[in-house]
């Protein structure tokens, strides 16, 4: 069984910064993607970016120069660093891993942590 746990959220102001961690442990195959998802309330869970385990990183389009996520080393942490902060990043933010080997795969989601950026 695999676990994420995800910490970092909390309240900020516009313009500040928010770090996100996620730690995986339990069963994970050396191939493997970490995603960090969001959802505000009333829209459809989106992709915020992604990383493999090779490093090669995606992000979506609002975030693009304001968010890195990076996993620095071979243990099975994610972060998520997210500055100059908008209203708009308001979300439930959850950890994703996918994880494969040959035919196998499974998908895994974190319990989601709250980010709020207010004034």
């Known amino acids: 069984q695999v676990q994420l746990v995800e910490s970092g959220g909390g309240l900020v102001q516009p313009g500040g910064s928010l770090s996100l961690s996620c730690v995986a442990s339990?069963?994970?195959?050396?191939?493997?993607?970490m995603d960090w998802y969001r959802q505000a309330p009333g829209k459809q869970r989106e992709l915020v970016a992604s990383i493999t385990n090779s490093g090669r990183t995606n992000y979506a389009d609002p975030v693009k120069g304001r968010f890195t996520i990076s996993k620095p080393n071979a243990k099975n942490t994610v972060y998520l660093q997210m500055n100059n902060l908008k209203p708009e990043d308001t979300a439930v933010y959850y950890c994703?891993?996918?994880?494969?080997?040959?035919?196998?795969?499974?998908?895994?989601w974190g319990q989601g942590t709250q980010v709020t950026v207010s004034s």
């Open positions: 994703y891993l996918g994880t494969w080997a040959g035919a196998q795969g499974y998908t895994y």
């Open positions: 339990g069963n994970i195959f050396s191939d493997n993607v």
